[in-house]
């Protein structure tokens, strides 16, 4: 059965610093593999995702992800964490083929100026 | 850019109730889902709806749960007889393409209180 662990309730970081929310994955095949932001009172947003290919994937708003086969990885990154980077972010997976999404119980990402 | 839409923003029933919710998704998107989200949890699959039939559903989406997209526009959920449990964030999502490797794109949700 699909899985998605994303270790960290929370991340804490200064604003300017570089982030990482952290996303591991199991799936039986190749997936393809998502991160939405949600902010408060409002839906889910996509940011990016991979599906095969190069395994650093660019996003919105400066966010870039790693893909890792061998650990089953999808971290995602930000060179530069911005005040307005704070929300609730989720990793997810879904086989190729299938329509059916499985969610990480997300990660609060809180950055202080 | 265009968005889902969904109403109403709060739905407040009595258990045992029907629930309509309500969602209408991007004009050109031809598969679309159903989320629930409850409080402080994780954000679960409800059902994907693709040609005017059910293409995946969770073990979530029992006999009191049904789908329908009555007209060009508008796809809904129905729950038949309301639960407690029912309580939760319910988010309609849609995608364009002709392959699940297409972004979802979601509405802001429709909170649903069963009382």
């Known amino acids: 059965a699909q899985s998605v662990a994303q270790p960290e309730d929370q991340v804490n970081v200064a604003e300017g610093n570089p982030l990482t929310v952290k996303c591991t994955y199991s799936?039986?095949?190749?997936?393809?593999l998502f991160w939405y932001v949600q902010y408060p009172n409002r839906g889910l947003q996509f940011l990016l995702k991979y599906i095969t290919g190069d395994n650093l994937v660019k996003g919105s708003y400066g966010f870039e992800a790693e893909f890792n086969k061998s650990q089953t990885s999808f971290h995602l990154k930000k060179p530069s964490a911005l005040v307005s980077d704070s929300a609730l972010y989720f990793c997810?997976?879904?086989?190729?083929?299938?329509?059916?999404?499985?969610f990480g119980a997300g990660t609060r990402l809180f950055v202080k100026a | 850019e265009p968005e889902v839409t969904q109403t109403p923003s709060h739905q407040v029933t009595q258990m045992g109730q029907e629930v309509i919710l309500r969602c209408v998704p991007i004009s050109n998107h031809l598969y679309f889902y159903w989320y629930r989200q409850i409080l402080g949890q994780k954000v679960e699959f409800l059902v994907s709806?693709?040609?005017?039939?059910?293409?995946?559903k969770s073990e979530i989406f029992d006999d009191q749960f049904s789908v329908e997209r009555p007209d060009g526009s508008n796809f809904t959920l129905k729950i038949r007889s309301t639960k407690l449990e029912d309580s939760a964030m319910y988010f309609c999502?849609?995608?364009?393409?002709?392959?699940?490797?297409?972004?979802?794109?979601f509405g802001d949700g429709t909170r649903l209180s069963i009382l």
């Open positions: 997810a997976v879904r086989d190729i083929g299938g329509f059916k999404t499985i």
């Open positions: 799936v039986s095949g190749n997936p393809y």
């Open positions: 709806f693709y040609n005017n039939e059910i293409s995946e």
């Open positions: 999502a849609s995608s364009g393409g002709s392959n699940s490797n297409q972004p979802q794109h």
